[in-house]
């Protein structure tokens, strides 16, 4: 009955974080359990990494506050042999008994054949057939909530995120910066592409549909798995990118700007994007989007197909004719 009521709270959860939580304690209710983790898997420095995103501390779950690119806890993929086996042999589930009382079971969440988190559930006795259904069957039931939740928070058209989770992204991204003290910040930026309504005037609304699908795979190729890929809708692109210095931001944008110009696409031959980008600080969301549309306006009032800086720009003195009133700002 209390796994019954458990479940009942598990898909009650509209956000990732607390049906990672609610999942873990639902396992913990099972007789048997000793500890349950939240593994984060991710891809970087051209090797795999694991850190732990939610565990068990004095009988509590605890969340990391930091992201997986500070966490100085995380380590290579490889050092976790059974998990290691289980992620490159892509497999449902792996158990391994390491003591006579210390029974794990990794389950990943498979995603577009990629697992980004890991569940661990550890047992004092040995797994039996009817636990084993049981720990399985809670997980399908929470792999296919999450699936629903991640269809529900993305664009129908490019796979992006939609506006939906944003706040709380940049939140997240703003108090994992805040949290760890550098110099270095996150930022936010504001991709347009150039003319659109030519290329749809032009070729059709289907061409212009293929050019953003295209220019998403662009964006998803040229940023990592730290950085957060949103669609606000029309041909407007939003990606947080995580803390680092302001030259290595502009770096990357320019990268992305530079890749665009140069992508040769079907039918329509050449298409260029405008980008503004803001510090992603500890303020409004509506405030940074703004800033960052700011330096966006100015980017396409001066020539288009570049990468502007808002506090640059504000430095500089040339956002007096550029100013954009929040009402102006397409947000929504
Ligand atoms: N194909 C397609 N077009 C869209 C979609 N959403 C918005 N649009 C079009 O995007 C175009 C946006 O045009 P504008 O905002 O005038 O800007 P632009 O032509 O890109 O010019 P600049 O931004 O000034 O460089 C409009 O023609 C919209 O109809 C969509 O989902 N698919």
């Not at 605890?62 to 966490?71: A, E, L, N, R, Y």
């Not at 991709?191 to 070729?203: A, Q, S, T, Y």
């Not at 947080?240 to 700007?257: G, V």
């Amino acid at each position: 009955m209390h796994i019954l009521q458990n479940l009942v709270q598990m898909t009650g959860q509209r956000d990732h974080l607390r049906l990672e939580l609610s999942v873990l304690s639902t396992f913990m209710q099972l007789p048997g359990v000793t500890n349950v983790r939240a593994l984060e898997l991710v891809e970087m420095d051209s090797g795999h990494w694991v850190r732990a995103r939610t565990w068990l501390q004095d009988g509590q779950l605890v969340s990391s506050t930091q992201d997986v690119v500070s966490d100085t806890k995380r380590l290579p993929l490889r050092d976790m042999l059974h998990l290691h086996t289980c992620i490159t042999q892509q497999m449902q589930h792996l158990q391994h008994s390491a003591h006579a009382d210390q029974h794990v079971i990794w389950l990943p969440v498979w995603m577009h054949e990629k697992a980004r988190v890991c569940l661990e559930v550890t047992q004092s006795e040995p797994f039996t057939p009817h636990s084993l259904d049981v720990i399985t069957g809670i997980f399908s039931v929470y792999q296919n909530y999450q699936s629903l939740l991640d269809y529900s928070e993305r664009d129908a058209l490019t796979g992006l995120l939609n506006r939906k989770t944003f706040d709380e992204h940049l939140l997240r991204f703003a108090t994992a910066a805040q949290a760890d003290h550098s110099d270095e910040m996150p930022w936010l930026a504001v991709i347009d592409i150039d003319h659109f309504k030519l290329v749809n005037d032009r070729f059709g609304h289907l061409f212009g549909d293929e050019v953003l699908i295209l220019v998403a795979n662009l964006l998803r190729s040229a940023f990592s798995a730290q950085h957060r890929i949103f669609r606000f809708g029309g041909e407007e692109f939003v990606v947080l990118m995580p803390a680092a210095h302001k030259a290595k931001a502009h770096a990357s944008l320019e990268a992305f700007r530079a890749m665009v110009a140069s992508h040769n696409f079907p039918q329509i031959g050449r298409v260029t994007v405008s980008v503004g980008f803001a510090g992603a600080k500890l303020c409004s969301p509506v405030e940074i989007l703004g800033q960052a549309d700011q330096a966006l306006y100015y980017a396409k009032e001066n020539g288009r197909n570049q990468v502007c800086h808002f506090e640059q720009l504000q430095d500089q003195g040339l956002l007096h004719n550029a100013q954009v009133s929040h009402d102006d700002v397409e947000l929504f």
